[in-house]
């Protein structure tokens, strides 16, 4: 329970309150006037809480996008649904089929281009198509049942690999209430890393932007959605992002202890899509 005091006793405890809240990790609300004007934490819960965070911000956009774009709202919550219940992909259908003596095939290759389209992650580079369906004829091989998830992480790990893509190599973002947030961003471009600094609303904000600004790529944001896959001070935080460009809908997932860098990841890796996507026109 956060302790609450009047800013006339924080001007005359703030020696004690400071001393408490780093010894024993309680929170101090400074109010004047009966209203809030600032809080007092341990730097401890607060690099927890920060780990955790979903952006007061975000999670309005969140709702207006969702308010503003019903349709858009529920093709990604239903893709939210199945990244937690996947459906199972038919091995028969990969081009794997042992008993038939078939390891591989252009069908089953041509299959898989068409699952990834459908979930929203187009590849039309044949040499990089051949790259995702050794790595899921192996998986075929090493794993029992293939979840349409499966096919999804692979494309991603493998295009992120691929010359002339892009590639998350830091992220750095600072935010202060009331001021704006600023991140840092470095990616690999294919020529060489490349870092931008760039200052939004909040700390995705201003990363997006960044990222912008490096790759010349400003897509419109159709959905985003952030939610804690384990639970603890340490947990997992899975995002997903909509991304339409030029008429194409992409789909990208990112996952990381920081909601922050997990919402990174995902744009990135749904960029990466486009990127593939243009590459054919």
């Known amino acids: 329970m956060a302790r ?11 020696s004690d309150l400071v001393r408490a809240v780093a010894a024993d990790g309680d929170t101090v609300v400074v109010t004047q006037e009966d209203q809030p004007v600032a809080v007092l934490a341990s730097h401890k819960s607060v690099l927890s809480m920060a780990s955790l965070v979903d952006l007061p ?7 207006d996008m969702k308010d503003a774009l019903p349709e858009a709202a529920r093709r990604l919550e239903r893709l939210a649904r199945a ?13 794997f089929d042992p008993q038939a003596g078939t390891v591989g095939s252009e069908a089953g290759r041509d299959f898989m281009a068409g699952e990834l389209r459908r979930l929203g992650v187009p590849i039309v580079d044949r040499d990089l198509l051949g790259v995702i369906y050794a790595a899921v004829v192996e998986l075929c091989e090493d794993k029992e049942t293939v979840y349409e998830e499966d096919l999804r992480v692979l494309a991603q790990e493998k295009i992120s690999e691929a010359p002339q893509r892009l590639k998350l190599l830091t992220v750095t973002v600072t935010s202060t209430t009331g001021l704006p947030a600023t991140a840092e961003v470095t990616l690999e471009l294919g020529h060489g890393p490349a870092m931008r600094r760039e200052q939004g609303d909040g700390p995705l904000d201003a990363a997006i932007k960044a990222i912008e600004k490096l790759t010349g790529l400003s897509p419109s944001v159709e959905n985003f959605s952030v939610v804690a896959a384990t639970r603890g001070h340490d947990a997992i935080a899975e995002a997903v992002i909509e991304l339409v460009h030029e008429g194409e809908t992409v789909v990208g997932a990112g996952a990381s202890t920081n909601s922050i860098e997990a919402g990174v990841h995902a744009y990135v890796n749904a960029l990466n899509f486009l990127v593939e996507a243009r590459s054919a026109n």
């Open 83 to 95: 990244a937690k219940n996947p459906e199972p992909v038919e091995k028969a259908t990969l081009g």
């Open 57 to 63: 911000r975000w999670e309005e956009w969140v709702r």
């Open 4 to 14: 609450s005091v009047s800013l006339d006793d924080f001007g005359r405890l703030a």
